[in-house]
């Protein structure tokens, strides 16, 4: 256990910049470029990384990310693997690293075991959406801090203020705010649901606010900031991935992308 | 033991409500009205009319003279083959788009997999005035085509889900994406005991009329106060819920859940999931179902696409992890014959599905002053096709011999 050092991705939110944050998964386009993407991405200027775990049916994904699983699961893709490659790489890359994925492959893996590992290769931070909040509080929660594991949790304009409050205490490193009622990389505009992201702005949070979902350009990023304190692209990324691995074009895109 | 959901929506340790934080609210606000919508005299009188004088209901406990004779004991069909809509599905859609209403939504969508549910949600929402969208996997909107024209008629849209196995599982997905992407204005109605809290339950309290007319008839018939077996076929298991409800605190009444085997348990074509699952979090709940090692959700198999998902509800799991249901796997091969006996000997052409609870009967044993009623979910016009290759096949293959 690191006692004494705090967890990367806490520290990164320290700083008053906006963040930008990039999703992709696991083991797509080809098994090991996971560990190609990592690196390119971390001498970018990308500030901490989502990594999605595939999962054969995943109901918060769209079209373009439920196809990257797809992909990702034919290629053979694990979280054993997952585990393996990071373990390998992490001693090379110190940016902040979030996993992301649906509940039933961490469970059927081990929850204790899961949060175990994450520290052992370097994760700093879990997201699985359709994880209760009062589960990870009766069950899982004590795993999460053994592991100096940051629990994120999502916020969206269905959460009442209520529950934003509790999401707010019970989540570390950041929350993240849908930036509306959709599924990852959908059409809608982002800012349609003006009143809850002026919310956002007025709310006085704990953790620093990231907005994610639709955010897709550099124009997307700059209304995101105006509301929280960063912004994650994932989809538009992963569209990038889509045909195998290409250094140029990938480069092309986070330039394009971030100032 | 308590067959009950606790407070948090669990049967034991399966159940719960395991979905993304847009859904949430939809589901708490659920949650916390549901019962007392149910409860609401107001709404039991509209429900109650709606399926006596559109429905058809009561529907006839009909003493079998043929499986009678044919297990030396007492066997009843309950008939919710002669509900309109042609099964069960149409008591579970009425009472939730009317719960819907109630709730302020203005349009609905629902998964369906060989269109029965599918067909009695577009029934329920032209009647209640509702718009509504049936996600159905490409897949089955090949094999169930005369469902999908049916639906169309009935003034729904049908939505291809083409992610997946594009089938059941996968039109779920899509359905739980739309409201998703639709949770202010979007009722889903779930056809089956699955999903998270409170559509289990709920949808068991709306079956429930099936065990609900049981309990009354059995006395009328046999002079027995209770059934001695209640068989029911369980795919995600709403007919087997409705059948069992009433008494699931009788232990004198066994319950015989009878599980589609596909080509048998062992071929890798199987949607047997208390067999051949185990415990995970699929579609918003905990419970039993067919899965990888590292938990990727397997395809099921079964010639029913009614019962071609790969898990059950949490009430079913609860009940097969206490013993107080039995659960018989049977074949494709099995039920067809089932199937095609009753459709000889009695002239009723029962939906495969059902054909499955018809064929578990051969697997029990029975005393001569049993009572034992099978639940007839529904009706088989729609798997005429498949009956008739089968039956051509099996007449061949005894010329041949």
């Known amino acids: 256990m690191k006692i004494f050092e705090e967890n990367r991705l806490k520290t990164i939110f320290h700083s008053p910049e906006k963040k930008v944050s990039i999703y992709f998964t696991a083991g797509y386009p080809a098994l090991i470029d996971t560990v190609q993407i990592l690196k390119l991405l971390a001498e970018s200027k990308v500030d901490f990384v989502e990594i999605g775990i595939p999962f054969s049916d995943s109901v918060m994904d769209g079209e373009v990310i439920l196809d990257s699983h797809k992909v990702a699961l034919e290629n053979g893709m694990t979280i054993e693997i997952l585990f393996d490659q990071l373990e390998k790489i992490r001693e090379q890359v110190s940016i902040p690293i979030v996993l992301m994925g649906s509940m039933n492959p961490v469970y059927q893996y081990g929850f204790e075991k899961f949060c175990r590992r994450c520290n052992e290769v370097g994760v700093n931070g879990l997201l699985l959406p359709d994880l209760p909040l009062d589960d990870y509080e009766n069950y899982y929660r004590v795993w999460y801090q053994q592991n100096d594991l940051a629990p994120i949790f999502m916020i969206s304009p269905q959460t009442n203020d209520e529950r934003i409050k509790r999401i707010d205490m019970l989540g570390e490193g950041f929350l993240y705010a849908l930036s509306g009622n959709s599924t990852t990389g959908g059409s809608s505009e982002i800012g349609k649901s003006s009143d809850y992201l002026k919310k956002l702005l007025n709310h006085k949070f704990i953790n620093p606010v990231v907005l994610g979902f639709n955010i897709k350009t550099k124009a997307d990023i700059k209304f995101a900031n105006q509301f929280a304190d960063g912004a994650i692209v994932g989809s538009a990324f992963v569209k990038t991935l889509k045909g195998g691995f290409d250094k140029e074009r990938i480069v092309h895109f986070l330039e394009d992308l971030i100032e | ?401």
């Not at chain 2, 009430?315 to 097969?320: F, G, I, P, V």
Request: charged letters at 20%.
């Open chain 2, 1 to 401: 033991m308590n067959y009950q959901i606790d407070e948090n929506g669990f049967y034991g340790p399966y159940g719960g409500a395991y979905v993304p934080e847009v859904l949430f609210s939809n589901i708490e606000n659920l949650g916390e009205s549901y019962q007392a919508v149910l409860n609401d005299p107001g709404f039991q009188k509209e429900l109650s009319r709606l399926l006596k004088l559109y429905v058809g209901r009561e529907t006839p406990l009909y003493p079998s003279p043929y499986l009678s004779g044919l297990y030396q004991t007492n066997v009843f069909l309950k008939r919710e083959d002669l509900c309109h809509s042609g099964s069960h599905k149409i008591n579970n859609t009425l009472g939730q788009v009317l719960i819907a209403k109630r709730l302020g939504k203005t349009r609905i969508v629902a998964e369906t997999g060989a269109g029965s549910h599918g067909v009695a949600t577009a029934m329920a929402c032209a009647l209640l005035k509702l718009p509504c969208f049936i996600y159905m996997g490409e897949v089955d909107i090949k094999r169930q085509f005369p469902n999908v024209e049916r639906m169309r008629l009935l003034g729904a849209t049908v939505v291809p889900a083409l992610s997946g196995s594009k089938t059941l599982k996968d039109a779920t997905n899509e359905a739980f994406r739309d409201w998703i992407n639709n949770p202010v204005d979007t009722f889903y109605v779930i056809g089956s005991v699955v999903g998270p809290h409170p559509y289990p339950d709920m949808v068991a309290q709306l079956q429930s009329v099936i065990s609900r007319e049981i309990l009354r008839q059995v006395p009328d018939l046999t002079g027995k106060v209770m059934p001695d077996h209640v068989v029911a076929c369980v795919g995600g298991g709403s007919n087997a819920a409705g059948s069992f409800y009433h008494f699931l605190n009788s232990p004198e009444v066994k319950l015989i859940a009878a599980e589609a085997a596909g080509k048998g348990l062992d071929s890798g074509f199987t949607a047997a999931a208390t067999f051949r699952g185990k415990e995970g979090i699929l579609h918003g709940s905990k419970t039993k179902f067919m899965q990888t090692k590292e938990g990727q959700v397997l395809e099921a198999h079964s010639i029913s696409a009614g019962l071609d998902y790969p898990g059950i509800g949490p009430l079913h799991a609860w009940l097969h992890d206490t013993g107080r249901a039995q659960f018989i796997a049977v074949t494709d091969d099995e039920a067809l014959d089932a199937g095609l006996a009753l459709s000889e000997m009695e002239g009723i052409i029962p939906a495969i599905e059902s054909a499955h609870a018809l064929a578990a009967l051969s697997h029990l044993d029975f005393k001569p002053d049993d009572v034992v009623v099978v639940c007839l979910s529904g009706r088989g016009d729609k798997d005429l096709e498949t009956y008739i290759q089968y039956s051509n096949f099996k007449k061949t293959s005894h010329e041949n011999i």
